[in-house]
RNA sequence: AGCAUGCUAG
């Protein structure tokens, strides 16, 4: 984030030197303005570079759908799209899963789906990302029937399933509630000779904590440690929240504790978590102590935490403290959403 | 490879 100002100084020398900038190294820019989420310097970069007279290439085009699909403007990604063709780029797959994403992004992934088949149909390489993508949006709409056909359609068109399109199907099944399901997907992945990685493990263990089976998603930390994944800070949140949400604080806050000693470090969501479940537990003693905890450590409450608090406040009914905390939070700040 | 797809809190 902060990056991006020293890559324009570079940039900008390299002009001063009278470097001819490429589109190489504009698409390096866009997409990095992209990554910030900075939209309007991103398409300001890519003005910039019309105006330099450089042509776009396949790749400044996919970072362009990117900029303007998560913005919100698919309309402009599918004029953008017509200009790629204009300029003699056909669509790649990193096109293709790029604007499927925009469209699941914008809610539209009914027109992501159609767009998807149409390029299939017209001869646009299909990779194992353009079907993550789309599984992604199905998944997210709670179709595993249709997600789970799609890794069949894989098969059946010779696109190898990677690890993100097992991690992105369990991670359905973990929405779903189903725990089974969950597990047979994660193991198919292990019999093709994927190994899961903490993203995968994460998953499984949000589908564990989902359906409230907290000693197996312990048992799956474990198998994850013994497989040489170091847990990461997600999955590590994403148990800390599990025992949180069956209001059990003592396992939360035994996670916590073991992540302040081997790591990874507990950030802003490890102690949010643990401020709900004691909120939950009716211990808000507790509940200020890990505030402040949090605190001591060198991370900075944002408005989820001083909501937890406030919540738990208020469940127990001390309308007078949760005053205190919005007080304390708007001191700070922080405005509510 | 300068570009795309997966898991976490109120």
């Known amino acids: 984030a902060g990056r991006m100002g020293r890559a324009l100084e570079v940039v900008r020398d390299m002009e001063a030197h009278g470097c001819a900038l490429n589109a190489h190294t504009f698409g390096m820019l866009i997409s990095g303005f992209a990554r910030c989420g900075d939209a309007p310097r991103a398409l300001g970069v890519a003005e910039d570079m019309r105006r330099a007279g450089v042509r776009e290439d396949a790749a400044v085009f996919n970072c362009l759908l990117h900029v303007l699909g998560s913005s919100g403007r698919m309309e402009e990604a599918m004029a953008t799209l017509q200009r790629m063709r204009l300029a003699g780029h056909r669509p790649t797959p990193h096109t293709l899963s790029t604007l499927v994403t ?52 894989m098969a059946q068109t010779g696109v190898a399933p990677d690890r993100r399109s097992f991690t992105t199907l369990v991670d359905g099944y973990a929405r779903s509630g189903d725990l089974e399901g969950a597990f047979e997907c994660f193991r198919r992945m292990q019999a093709g000779g994927l190994e899961a990685d903490a993203a995968a493990y994460g998953a499984l263990l949000k589908a564990c904590c989902k359906a409230g089976r907290m000693q197996t998603a312990q048992a799956v930390l474990e198998q994850m440690q013994a497989a040489g994944v170091a847990p990461s800070l997600h999955a590590m949140n994403t148990l800390v929240d599990g025992w949180a949400r069956r209001g059990d604080m003592w396992e939360a806050a035994q996670l916590v504790q073991r992540m302040r000693g081997a790591g990874p470090a507990p950030d802003v969501r490890t102690y949010t978590s643990l401020i709900i479940a004691c909120g939950r537990a009716g211990d808000m003693q507790r509940a200020v102590e890990a505030f402040e905890e949090m605190q001591q450590s060198g991370v900075a409450p944002n408005v989820q935490s001083y909501t937890a608090l406030l919540q738990g406040w208020a469940w127990a009914s001390y309308p007078e403290k949760a005053l205190q905390a919005y007080q304390e939070m708007r001191a700070h700040g922080l405005q509510p959403d």
């Open 102 to 153: 925009g469209f699941v992004r914008n809610g539209a992934l009914e027109q992501g789906l159609r767009l998807m088949e149409e390029l299939r149909a017209e001869g646009c390489p299909v990779t194992a990302a353009v079907f993550n993508a789309a599984m992604h949006g199905l998944v997210l709409q709670g179709q595993m029937e249709r997600a789970a056909g799609l890794l069949e359609d």
